[in-house]
């Protein structure tokens, strides 16, 4: 697989290079970094870890007038993975109406869109990781966007179909940790396999409503109103009926940014998401599930940034989510986790001496945790040094 | 019976004399990418065209964000006037989020004679904002005629009938500049042959119109932001050349020139390169002026 990747990437530049007039844009993202954990009893407690460099490779141009493709394709740890593929209808569809699709990070909130180099802290937000999974949401469907009709300021409807999967936390990088983690499957926690949910095809909907306020030439808001739901999967349960498990995300987002001229600018930003679900037990020497309440869960972050001098920022984050940050996902996921919660405060440090094309961040993160049955674990703080470099044309920062 | 037909006969011509007149004393709809493009059309389509612009006058036009506020600017327009050779290369992705299809897009810079086109490949060693040549012809304000010439046929072709319209306000406004060229000529003759440096590189067509020679940018690359080692540098070339004045667009920091100021004792000249780029530069031509009086005044 990833030698086909490699001569797929080398037939590209070949293209790249040979046509000269109808080139798509091509930019190469590296990041490397550095990790230091602080937390007792680590065998690594204060030594550094060199993680492996990922690399992502943008692509993307006009089809024609109307449409646009993009697809980034993403090395990490050894192998490759298309991040994302998909094509996008700009005009000409009616009602002003824009079509996406493909696989691609939904617009379930302002932060998901944003690849992970390009937002100044360095780990993504707590709630994300647990509700998202560690890749964001990154889903196969489509993507219907409308504008509305309001007259004094910009907002939008968007509307998708999607496959489900990274709703149901499958796919991405985490299928070879999966894969990890059932090689080290000890032989009692066999049976534990059998108790998956079964597949269902039913798509995930979800949708947003977004409004942009300009409040000055200097100062922009921007409100955004997020929800989806589908279904998880179908469960055999112990009465011998199957059950559809059922999830509703609700979300609520606000970006607030003052850049009164090109050398700074204050950026003010958070996002809450509360998530409803169906949750099935499993009980001790029973041969299907047991239904039990639904849940009501939520997490979410609020952050500031501050850039300086132009080439300067630094931040804050609190972060806050349902869940054990770093858990294994059993049956029903992270996110049925309504008894223990992790809260988390990080801060930042970024350099970036020209423009995009070199970005060098110090980080930290405080993980605090709190279980349901009293069990005391220790805070953990780690230290991360990421250098990101960015080859390719010039591009217009989106608000 | 009878009333209530010339009733609804009058309703009726009043409403054919709506889209009528909708119709053929419409304005059109331009959205220009600066203020100085912005400006020209308000000379040439006054009361028959509804504009507005992008990028504000106090900000660097190179760098605009994505904002879903200019989308909607975009959103009627009919007319999209762009300054082009890369300047704005965040007008695209406006112009794809306004989702408007109608939009004919008009680069000014096709009349123009164009300068620093790189020689060979473009790389981002050599800074990479400038890769199609040097876009900030608008400050040669011969330039500023042929942009007027493009802008004018462009609204002749969308709202042939308001030609007379159009060309006559051209024309006032074309005679307005040259009595002001043959003005600034003669303000800027002293200038000519004199050393100046300048922060970023906007001013090649000015300097090559009134023969003044470039002896260094405070940028060491278009772009990118001064350094000491490049400080240092300028501080040997002020002495070298006698320059004895820095030009900077008003939306840099002038912490670098001060600080070449206060080793050479050259004087720091801050202009606005754009319209309401400063309080009371609301035209063109009052911004030429402001330039040229600042810069042959205090040569
Ligand atoms: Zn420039």
Redesign the interface.
Known sequence: MSKQTAVFLLLLFNINFAQSNVNPDISLIGTFNTTTNFNEGSPYKGKINFEDPSLEMFINGYLNP?A?ASANIAYHEGSFAAEEIYFEI???LPL???LKGGKHLLGFGKINTVHGHAWPFTERPLAHRIYFGEEGLNDIGFNLSF?LPTEN??S?FDIGLYKGDSFRGIGGHEHGQEEIHEDEIHEGEEAHEEFELNETNSPVISARLGA?F?LS?YS?L?IGLNGAAGTLGKAGLDNGLIKNVNFIYGGIDFKYKY?P???KSLTIQTEALLNHRDIINELEGAEHFVLGDAINTYGGFIFFDYQFN??FSFGLKYDFTYGIIGSERGINSLANDAGNKTSGISGWFGYYP??E?LAIRIGAERLMFDYEDGTIRDDETMFKMQMIFSLG??????? | MDKEKIKMKNILVILLLLVFTSMNFGQVKVVATTSVIYDLVKEIGKDKVEADYIC?G???PH???????Y??KL?KAELFFKIGLGLE??AQ?LI?GS???NLKIIDLSNGIEKKEIPAGKVD?SQG??HPYGNPHYWLDPYNAKIMAAEILEALLAKSPENSEYFKKNYQNYISTLDKKLIEWNSKMKKAEGRSIVFFHASWIYFAERYGLKISGYVEPKP???PTPSHNAELYNIIKKSGANVIVMEN???DKAPNQIASQTGIKVIKVPIAVFGMEGIDSYIKMMDYIINNISGNL
Not at chain 1, 393 to 399: C, L, M, Q, S
Not at chain 2, 63 to 69: A, G, N
């Open positions: 109307y646009k700009l005009r000409g002003d109406m824009q504008i300021f910009f939008s942009f300009g030439d922009n921007e850049k001229d090109t050398y132009k080439v020209v423009e094309t044309p010039h591009k217009a920062h989106p608000f | 504000r106090d900000q660097d760098y605009v964000e994505i904002l879903p506020s989308m909607l959103r290369i965040w992705q794809d989702r408007n299809d981002a990479d904002i772009g990118i932001p939306y840099y920091s």
